[in-house]
């Protein structure tokens, strides 16, 4: 009942301010003739127009400062430097063209507003050299702009330098499965088909000898030694997933029955990174940047930067996740599956 | 068919003389059914497209307005939300399956639905044959069925908002294999299955619109209207259709695949699944495959919604400004510019699919590219108003602040257009912001502009007009309080299409701004009201319309009565004799020459 009566009330107001604008009107209408208020009009909105552009001016300035403190703290990855460097570089040249234009837009719509004593000027309607101009010069801005980008582009995106520690990355509905390959550094085959939430979440091969010690996290921590290239090997076992790393620029879908990749520094360690971001409960982490069902949202993991021996002694108490029955885990960070019976 | 024959009729067409009067005659004895229902007068329409478009736009705009307030208000609880979707926000809170469903239907009901029918429905089939001289649409059958099969795609969609699994809720791309697997959310089950039936019927009542609009204004131009004399409004919607005629179908193909790998066991998109405690037997597709088939209509997608825009506000800048258009061929040749590009730039959505960086590079450039015809439609809109003698009326108004949000939203666009910077802002509030700005609100201006314009034409009424203007700040402002500060969100890296960010270290610190966001979202949602309030009250109630040219246009559709019947023209259909954008000294204290008027001794045509 209360919906209606709420309906019925928004309806009833609106009536009443059409009313009363229509009854302005009106009235406006007798005190003067279609000409005199057209041209009332014109003074009110142009006057209008400049000083929104002057609030909004103001408003970009007050909304930048009050939320540059909220922002990412600086890149955590020495490819997310000449991210943010480049992403300056296009801030300053559309915010440039965006000021320019504006300044353009509601100065001619305040310069040029019809009254009495002005008409438009001539007949002016077209000139190939300013279209030219404004033809070349957006050309030549686009293709330094692109320059720059490709050349980023291809950093990015080239391969993993050889000795880059190899880390799998699987999204499911909703969390992420991280696999070490052990001592090895191979990762064991792994096949779908296999796959078992109880005994087997990623459908590891047990006969593969690669299998052995590949050490399984199934909370979505992920460990990094400072200054050690990664990379990454990103699957899905259901739906898209996307492997989104803010603090280190990145981001990769990931996507069932392909493979894709992903390969980077990490630079600060977390421990560092709390006292450059000053926030004591600073931590990496990885968001589903795709779209994967209802908890979407909640689809979080971490990462921990840290040094080598700090990450040797971690790794030192993971147990593999087809370990021995008699070896559990150490550490809660790594919840090893309870023994595997071998097939 | 000919002009004659199509109002007539094929029997009356063979009896050409004497139409005039028959022709007044005719359209008095019209039973309600056949003139305002199933009517084949394509400005009535384009009425039923524009009503129906708003009316899904008031349902859209609500649904974002429950969706924020779950976003700005994550731990309070809202009893007016259970009212309106009952069990889904049990308790006033916003049930996450649910949310997703908002999401993805707001999406749909908003790009689809209102800027593409709802946008190009009606002012196509509005100003299309009035504008170039035409009696009615090269077949007003088909643009009836046009029309039906929108109103049939909606009410399935409408009918899919009710079932006991929810509506769609992958998102409005809804990418497999979250949208072909039943077990991977509930929106996935029968909620899908409806969506691509009435997306499918929507390709159909696109692409019947569309045939009929190219071919109505390759066709049935008046003598005299040659291309290069015709309105900028309908060089844009011609392309607009073109673009929709190429691309749909492809789309169409994809939903047809999607539709196979849900219903009928195969694996298109589907490879190494292991879902719902099994793995699925199916291997080998590609769920990139479809990406690729969405966003080849995907893209030009925006394009279909932007253009018109253009179409409109360059048309309403030139007769505000009594000026003419600058550039008027450097307009044409960008939208061609626009129109090509727009088809080689789909891949720039998928940057981080894991496509090859190569391929990626070439779409880099490709996509760039599209910022410098852009650029040169902003400079000539820029160079229109300079000099000119700027009358601000509600459409004027709009107009403005169309070309204020299409550089705004476009700057951006340079951003997530370039791979190695997309490659952190991609599906971020960056791109939420981006794409609202540039396609949303933007396009909704050059629509609001068209409306304030061409209402006269469609109702013999003025809207109210300091309604208008309170409208137009509104609007403004709220657009830009709302969408600016995503930007910063969105650097934050903080990801779109999320229900609650507050166990989030990285991005909990936006709370007070999503409530600020969602607070001004309820103001210019209460805005619009007041627009749809003045849009049908001034239909009965609007100030009339007293000269056939109110605002002292050049165009033909101003040289038709002030309530066109069917056929549009009383007598003959005018001759043409000039370009659309003669704003100058007609030497008789007028300051515009219309299209029809003939060319002076010595003048030469433009």
Redesign the interface.
Known sequence: MSIFITVAIIFLVLMIVYQIAQASEYAASLRSTEKERQKKTNIVMAASLVVFFILGCYAIWQCHFSLMDRMLPQSASKQGEAYDMMFKVTLIVTGIVFFITHVLLFWFAFKYKATDDRKASYFFAHNNKLELIWTTVPAIVMAVLVAIGLRNWMTVTSPAPADAKVIEIVGKQFNWIVRYPGADNVLGKRNFRDINDATNVLGMDDKDPASKDDIVAQNGEMHLVVGKPVKLIIGSRDVIHDVGLPHFRLKMDAVPGITTTLWFTPAITSTEMKKISKNPNFVYEISCDQMCGKGHYSMRGTIIVETQAEYDAWIAKQAAYFAPPAAPAADSAAIAAPAVAVK | MSNEAIVHGVHDAHDTHAHGDHHAHEHHEQHFFSKYIFSQDHKVIAKQFLITGIIWAIIGALMSVFFRLQLGFPDKTFP?ME??LGEWAKGGKLD??F??ALVTMHGTILVFFVLTAGLSGTFANLLIPLQIGARDMASPFMNMLSYWFFFVAGVIMFVSLFIQTGPA???WTT?P??SA?KE???GSGLGMDLWLVSMALFVVSSLLGGLNYVSTILNMRTKGMTMTRMPLTIWALFFTAVLGILSFPVLFSGFVLLIFDRSFGTSFY??????G?K?LPN?G????LYQHLFWFLGHPEVYIIMLPGMGMASEILSTN??????????MIISLVGITVLAFLVWAHHMF???MS?FL??IF??LT??I??PS??K???W??T????????TPAM?FA?GF??LF??GG??G??LG????D??L???YFVVAHFHIVMGVSAFFGMFAGIYHWYPKMFGRFM????A?IHF?IT??GA??IF??MH?EG???M?R?????S?????K??GT?NSFISVVVIVVF?GQ??FV??FF?SIW?G?KVTTMNPWGSTTLEWTTPINPGHGNWEGDIPEVHRWS?D??DDGHGN?FIPQTTPLRPGEES?
């Open positions: 007016i009212k309106f996450p399956e949310y997703y809720s992958g998102g990418y294999p979250l697997l991977a959310s509930l589907l490879s190494e699944i292991f879902i405690g793995a291997v597709g590609s769920a990139i400004s009594r000026k003419p258009i600058f550039g008027y061929f450097a981080v699919t894991g960086p990626g590079s880099v450039l760039l590219l910022a410098v650029a040169v902003v400079f000539n820029l160079t108003i300079w000099r000119g003698n700027l009358r601000f108004m403005l070309v204020s550089i705004s700057l951006t340079i951003f370039n791979s190695a910077l490659i952190h991609h599906d971020t109210n007009k300091p309604l203007y700040f403004f402002i830009y309080l600016w500060p910063y650097v934050a890296g990801p299409r999320y229900y609650d960010y166990a989030w270290e990285s991005f610190n936006f701004l209460f009201l007041l309030f003045n009250a109630k100030r954008y704003y100058r300051d433009h």
